[in-house]
Every structure is written in structure tokens, then in C-alpha cells.
């Protein structure tokens, strides 16, 4: 086992992602001790019976209070709101940090709160499941997925390292950028296939002559796909739309634009088009696949292949 990381680990919120970290952190020594903070009694009693932590509190000022690192692993909405209650309360020299799928507006929020001293290194674990809640967490969710940290111009330099060794010890290969480029990154290769997949199952139970359970029952694998993705945490959801506002409205300007292009191609025959289309689209899942950032069994290892 390693030398711990941090002394005192503070955990704000506790679902699919604080319960991975806790998990993880608590199997391989990462801190001394964790303290889980949240704010409803019965995630609160249900981390407990899991043992997720060392400490339990729902008083945030008890549950940062002499936390050499706070991690927020709430719905990106929530983080001013906790921010400003926690800020009288952190040490001296704490890293704050947090888990959420948009950056710039996370810093926006949580900055104008923190205290002098207190570093700020904003981070977003690439890694999750259609899942939530402190039952949803595994200790292996980390395991060879990217954690994008984006601090500031003039961020402690310590600061960032000793949080890029605590990423690497959940499993991750950490990367640092800019915050609003992350945003512009992860609008297209996340948000807007959010989007689309909210869109698609949303449309299908929608259609007059196509009943809902004709949708359920003869669900082709890649309607399913889609379904698993729709089914993904709306609060979550809803905060990254409201918080990425700017990057998704032009990543999904450009999308419109191509599905026109497909949309045409379609209506005029143009098998060319969608041939190379579909050759070049084939060749980005095969780079994924090389990247090692997804399984190759084919159809996600279900055992039987439809159209
Ligand atoms: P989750 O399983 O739904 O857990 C959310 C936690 O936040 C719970 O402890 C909940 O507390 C707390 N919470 C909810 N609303 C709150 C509010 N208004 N104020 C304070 N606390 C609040 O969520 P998650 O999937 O772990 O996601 C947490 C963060 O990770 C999000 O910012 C998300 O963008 C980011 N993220 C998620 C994924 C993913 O695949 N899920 C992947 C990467 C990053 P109570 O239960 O006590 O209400």
C-alpha cells in the first residue's frame, strides 16, 4: 500500500463518483481518513452502512474543517451554493477540487468564495455510468480513463502535482488544460451525444404510429445504446446543459449543419457521400478502440448481433 496522500479527505456528495473515489482511496490508503459529507440523511445512512468513509456529517463546516483536500462530487448547479458555506471553514494550504463535467463555470462559481491560501485545481474524472447514488460507485471506475484537471494561470504548483498523484492513484492518467477548452472538448464527444440520445428516445415514444411498447419490444441495438445513455442522471444533465451553455449551442450548430449534409445525401441517392462518411466514422471508433478507451468485442460483448 501506499503512503496516504492527504491526512484528512473530504468528500462532498456521495454518489456514483465521491462513493468510487472513497472506495478506491479507502482500498489502496490514498488518505488517513475520509470524511463523507452530504446533505440528505438517507445517502448520508446509506454511505455509513457501506462503509464508505471514517466520518459522517451533514454540517459542511464540521466536514471540511482541517481537510487538506475537499472534493465536491455534486451536480454542477449545486457549487457556489456549497462553496459559499464551506469557504469560513477550510484550512489554510487545502486543495479544493471537484469531479464536475464542466469547468469553466465550476471555477466561476467556486472561486469568488475561497479563501487566500486555499488552492483551487478544478478536475473532471472521464469516466461514469448511467448509474447514481452511493450504491452505483466501484473502485475500479478510474481504472485507465482520463481525468482532465484545468487550474488556473498561477495555480500552485504543488498544489496540482500532489492532486495528479492522487488521480493516478484512483487508477486515472491525468492530463491538465484549459477550462474552457475542456468545455469545447467535451461538448462534442460527451454533452451533445447526451443530447442526442435524450432527442432519439425522446422522439421515438413520442410517435403517433409507433406504439411505446412496439419501441421497447423490437429495440434494435443501437436504439438500446441510446437508451442507456438517456437514462443517465437528468439533474445531473440538466446542470451540464445550463452550465455549458456557449460550447454546446456551437458544437450543435455544426452538427445540425452535418446532419443537413446526411439528410440530403439520404434524400438525393448520394451513396458516395454516405459511404465515406461512413468510412471515416468507422476509422475514429477503431482509433478509440486503439486508444484503449473502449473493449473491441463486438456489440459491447452482448452475445448476439442485430442490425
Ligand atoms: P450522483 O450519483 O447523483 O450523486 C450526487 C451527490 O450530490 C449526492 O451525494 C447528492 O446528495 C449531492 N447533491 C445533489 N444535489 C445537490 C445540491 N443541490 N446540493 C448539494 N449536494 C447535492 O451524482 P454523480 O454521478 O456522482 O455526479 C457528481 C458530479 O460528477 C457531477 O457534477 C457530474 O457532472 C460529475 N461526473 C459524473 C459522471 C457520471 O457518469 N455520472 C462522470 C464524470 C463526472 P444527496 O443524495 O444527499 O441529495
Redesign the pocket.
Known amino acids: 500500500m501506499a503512503d496516504p496522500i492527504f491526512k484528512r479527505l473530504c468528500l462532498i ?6 462513493s468510487s473515489i472513497a472506495l478506491r482511496a479507502r482500498r489502496d490508503g490514498l488518505a488517513e481518513s475520509i470524511v463523507v459529507y ?3 440523511k438517507e ?2 445512512d446509506r454511505a455509513r452502512e457501506l462503509d464508505l468513509g471514517d466520518e459522517y456529517t451533514d454540517r459542511i463546516g464540521e466536514a471540511v474543517d482541517g481537510a487538506d483536500c475537499v472534493v465536491l ?4 448547479g ?1 457549487c457556489a ?2 462553496a459559499e458555506r464551506m469557504a469560513p471553514h477550510l484550512a489554510a494550504g487545502a486543495i479544493v477540487t471537484d ?3 464542466v469547468k469553466q463555470s465550476v471555477i466561476n462559481q467556486i472561486k469568488p468564495h475561497l479563501p487566500e491560501g486555499v488552492h483551487l485545481v478544478p478536475g ?6 448511467e448509474y ?2 452511493p450504491d ?1 460507485g466501484f473502485s475500479t471506475l478510474f481504472d485507465e480513463r482520463w481525468c482532465l484537471l484545468t487550474p488556473e494561470a498561477g495555480t500552485d504548483i504543488q498544489a496540482i502535482e500532489t492532486l495528479t498523484k492522487f488521480w493516478q492513484g484512483l487508477g486515472s492518467t491525468v492530463d491538465t488544460m484549459d477550462a474552457n477548452h475542456h468545455d469545447r472538448v467535451l461538448a462534442v464527444t460527451s454533452h451533445i451525444p447526451h443530447l442526442i440520445a435524450y432527442n432519439i428516445v425522446g422522439t421515438a415514444s413520442d410517435l403517433e404510429e409507433i406504439s411505446e411498447s412496439e419501441v421497447i419490444k423490437f429495440s434494435a441495438s443501437g436504439f438500446r445504446d441510446f437508451t442507456r445513455i438517456a437514462a ?2 437528468p ?2 444533465w440538466r ?2 446543459f445550463l452550465h455549458n451553455k456557449e460550447a454546446v449551442l456551437e458544437m450543435l450548430g455544426r452538427f445540425s449543419e452535418d446532419l443537413s449534409a446526411l439528410q440530403r445525401a439520404v434524400r438525393w441517392g448520394d451513396g458516395d457521400l454516405l459511404f465515406e462518411h461512413f468510412t471515416k466514422t468507422r476509422d475514429i471508433r477503431r482509433g478509440i478502440i486503439e486508444a484503449g478507451q473502449e473493449s473491441d468485442v463486438p456489440n459491447f460483448g452482448r452475445d448476439q448481433i442485430e442490425e
Open positions: 456528495g456521495i454518489g456514483l463518483i465521491g452530504t446533505r440528505r445517502t448520508l462530487c455534486i451536480p454542477v449545486a451554493a456549497v469531479v464536475g463535467s473532471h474524472p472521464v469516466a461514469g455510468t447514481s447514488g452505483a443517465s442522471d439533474v445531473m446542470d451540464v
